[in-house]
């Protein structure tokens, strides 16, 4: 079962207007995301109103659009990442457990 690429493309913006934005927002020349990224990536633009379209690249995934709007949408995704650096927070460490066997066994 092959998945249908996820767009949403005004009707009047033509393919060849959008451009791919990179999956290493500092720089890095690869451009595929994992799944969970181009969800998360593409919630980040829908709710700032900024055109997207996403494509299955190999393994990965890359998100598109329109060349206007790919300054601002860096702008956003860095913004977005910036702000959820580290997050979710690790899991609180695990307390020793202590031997209660005396107490239990007065009771």
Request: no cysteine.
């Amino acid at each position: 079962m092959s998945e249908r690429p996820i767009d949403i493309i005004p009707p009047d913006q033509k393919p060849e207007e959008w451009q791919p934005l990179p999956s290493r927002l500092e720089g890095s020349s690869a451009i595929t995301l994992s799944r969970r990224q181009m969800r998360s990536w593409s919630l980040v633009l829908e709710s700032r109103h900024i055109p997207w379209r996403a494509e299955r690249r190999g393994f990965g995934w890359q998100l598109l659009v329109p060349r206007e709007t790919l300054t601002r949408a860096n702008r956003e995704l860095r913004q977005y990442e910036s702000e959820n650096r580290g997050w979710p927070p690790p899991p609180p460490q695990d307390t020793p457990l202590t031997d209660n066997r005396t107490t239990t066994i007065w009771v």
